[in-house]
Structures are given as structure tokens and as C-alpha cells.
């Protein structure tokens, strides 16, 4: 039996963490044991614990309840705790997801101590070093024994990057890497909720839309937040979005986007931008799956949420000047915009006639089987 320490602390990897949960639950449980951490990244309660309810995740054997502060701070905090939880409960590997600081503190905990890192989504690059996703996924993807990629391209990125032995054969070590292209687990996600929103999810009625006759938006990075500039643009460039199409904008507003709009921006601006964007609290996965599946497009600048209109086939403009998903641009169904006015409205024009037809680029859906099956192998 093979045990895995998984962290997890954003939500989107709260949510990525149930497909693997899923999987070992289902096929591997003779096989595999998962210890689950949650460090507190995110510590509101839509955003976080709710999860583990709604998508049957096990509980997290350990809650670290870090929460938010400086990038320092943050990732000092967890490392210590980290590094702990790995000397007691001695795992045959530590899984981390994605590219947040739970990410480089877990993997920098576990490479230290010798424990294989075991990294899913490795590959993706935004070409982009002033972002502290770009460090922390660059970073992890060096500390791993094996990594998973959910696309080609990350897989190429990794051969750029010298990483000789990809598949190869036998147990993977530190200095002998195995990469593998598995496909996206939020694809398998999807698939898995998707009937299940519709069947659950009353989000739409709550707000009083209809499917495809509003408009999805998230804006929670700092460089769109923090910056009154560039969040009164993109909030500008909503509104006019809306009100040219006769369409509402949804818009889930995250903890920090809120606290910065209520900052940033005059009560007079945001009384007249919410007669068209309507502000509504963080929603649960179900609901945001049912969102998206609905809308008639997205404008986001979420890595996974533009990455999630693919899966239903919704085109997306990108608030950001760069994204790890180029496949979606490449197939036309995504176009980045940054927080410009002018080429974020220029950008939902042109998607209109883009004719995309959204081909699966992202796995067969069955990625968490797949990365369990490597796991065992592997290490």
C-alpha cells in the first residue's frame, strides 16, 4: 500500500484534489491511501469548506489554518508545518496541484526530506516571471520526481526545459524524472458534475437569468485588482458589454475583489455599473459549473474558469496579457486582452465570429485513473 500526502489549499485545487479522491475511492483503495492537508490558503467559508461537502472529498486529515499574508509570510508558515506533517506521517510521496504558494511549500517541504514530489498540471508556462504563479510552477516542476502534464504543450515547455526522461520506464527518481502527458482533470470534473449541476444547482433561478442570456465574469489578480486603473477599465468595459449586447453580467466576486472595488472605486461608479453587472457572492463549485455551462460567454482572468468555458464550449476573453492554456487561443476560442478597455470590448467582437469547434485537446477524461495507475508504478 502506497501512501500519498496530498496538499491542497485554494480552491481550485480543492476541487482538482476530488478527481484523484474519486479515482483512489473507486478503483484504488487497495492500493493507495490519501492524507489529505488543507493549509487555510483559502479560508472563506464558500470558498473552501463547503467543497469538501459538495463534492465528496474526505475531510482533511489536517487542517494547518495558515490563511492569508505575505508571500513570505505565507509560504514560510507552511513550509515549517509542512515539513512536520511529512516526518510524522512519512508518506511514500507528497501530490501538490497547480501553482499556488501551498504548491511551492509543499513540494520544497517534500524535495528537502528526500519524499518525491509528485506534481499535476507540471508544464504550464505564462512565459511570464513577474507573476508568482510562473515561479511557483517553474520551481515545483524542478522539484519533481513525477510530473503530470494535461496538455502537449506543457509537455513540450518540459523538454525545453532538459527534462530528458520523459515515460521512461521503471521506479522515477529526483535525478531521473517521469513525465507524462495524462490529460486535464478538471476536464474529468466537468464530465463528472456537469448532470449533477443541472440537477442541483438553482443558481440561475436564484438570479433570475435564463441559459445563454448572460454574460460569466471573474477578476480576482492582483494586477486587475490591486490597481484602480486597470479594475475600473475592466469594471468600464463590463458594463459597456452589457448593456451593447442587453445582457446581464454575472459576476461571483471574490473576497479581495470586493475589498478592492469598495477601495478603489467611487460608490457613485459602482451604483451606475450595477445596474448592468450584477455582484453576487462566491458560489459553490456546482454552481459555478452551472454558470459556466449556461452563460452565453465568459470574460475572466482565471486560469481554470477561461479553461472551463472550453470544456462547455463557451468562447472566453482573457483579462490577462498572456495565459498557460495557448490551446484555447490557438482553436480560436480565446482571445487575451489584458485590463484594456478597448481590446477587452475589441476581443468579445471578434470571438462572435470566430468560429471554433471546440475539439477535445484535453484528455479522454479519464486523467485521475491514469495518474493513480503512475503513482503506483513510479515510486
Not at 196 to 214: K, M, T, W
Not at 302 to 331: D, H, M, P
Request: net charge negative.
Amino acid at each position: 500500500m502506497k501512501k500519498i500526502l496530498t496538499i491542497i489549499g485554494a480552491r481550485p485545487q480543492i476541487i482538482k484534489a476530488a478527481a484523484i479522491s474519486r479515482a483512489i475511492k473507486k478503483d484504488f483503495k487497495d492500493q493507495l491511501t490519501e492524507v489529505l492537508v488543507h493549509t487555510g490558503q483559502h479560508y472563506d467559508e464558500n470558498m473552501s469548506a463547503v467543497f469538501f461537502d459538495e463534492l465528496g472529498i474526505p475531510k482533511p486529515n489536517h487542517q494547518l489554518r495558515i490563511g492569508s499574508g505575505s508571500h513570505g509570510a505565507q509560504t514560510g508558515e507552511m513550509l515549517s508545518a509542512i515539513e512536520e506533517l511529512i516526518l510524522s506521517e512519512k508518506p511514500d510521496g507528497v501530490v501538490v496541484y497547480g501553482d499556488t504558494n501551498s504548491t511551492i511549500a509543499g513540494s520544497l517541504a517534500a524535495v528537502k526530506l528526500h519524499v518525491p514530489v509528485i506534481h499535476i498540471e507540471a508544464g504550464l508556462r505564462s512565459f511570464n516571471k513577474r507573476m508568482p504563479e510562473e515561479i511557483n510552477r517553474i520551481a515545483t516542476d524542478h522539484f519533481s520526481t513525477l510530473l503530470f502534464s494535461p496538455t502537449i504543450s506543457g509537455l513540450n515547455n518540459l523538454k525545453e526545459e532538459g527534462f530528458k526522461t520523459i515515460d521512461r520506464s521503471g521506479v522515477a527518481a529526483l535525478n531521473t524524472p517521469k513525465v507524462y502527458h495524462c490529460g486535464d482533470i478538471m476536464y474529468d470534473n466537468s464530465i463528472y458534475f456537469s448532470e449533477i449541476a443541472d440537477e442541483q444547482s438553482s443558481i440561475l433561478e436564484e438570479h433570475g437569468v435564463e441559459s445563454n442570456q448572460y454574460i460569466l465574469s471573474t477578476v480576482h489578480r492582483p494586477s486587475n485588482t490591486d490597481n484602480k486603473e486597470n479594475l475600473k477599465s475592466i469594471l468600464e468595459a463590463l458594463n459597456e458589454i452589457a448593456a451593447s449586447n442587453s445582457m446581464k453580467i454575472i459576476f461571483p466576486i471574490h473576497p479581495r475583489t470586493k475589498g478592492k472595488i469598495a477601495e478603489l472605486i467611487s460608490e457613485e461608479f459602482y451604483q451606475e455599473i450595477s445596474e448592468n453587472i450584477l455582484f453576487i457572492p462566491p458560489v459553490s463549485f456546482l454552481d459555478m459549473i452551472k454558470l459556466e455551462k449556461h452563460a452565453s460567454s465568459v470574460v475572466t482572468d482565471s486560469g481554470g474558469v477561461q479553461k472551463e468555458a472550453y470544456f462547455f464550449k463557451k468562447n472566453c476573453v482573457i483579462l490577462r496579457e498572456e495565459t498557460e492554456w495557448v490551446e484555447i487561443l490557438e482553436q480560436k476560442a480565446a482571445i487575451t486582452a489584458g485590463a484594456n478597455k478597448e481590446k477587452i470590448l475589441q476581443a468579445f467582437e471578434d470571438l462572435k465570429s470566430n468560429k471554433c469547434d471546440f475539439p477535445n485537446i484535453f484528455g479522454d477524461g479519464n486523467a485521475s485513473e491514469f495518474i493513480c495507475e503512475k503513482i503506483i508504478e513510479a515510486i
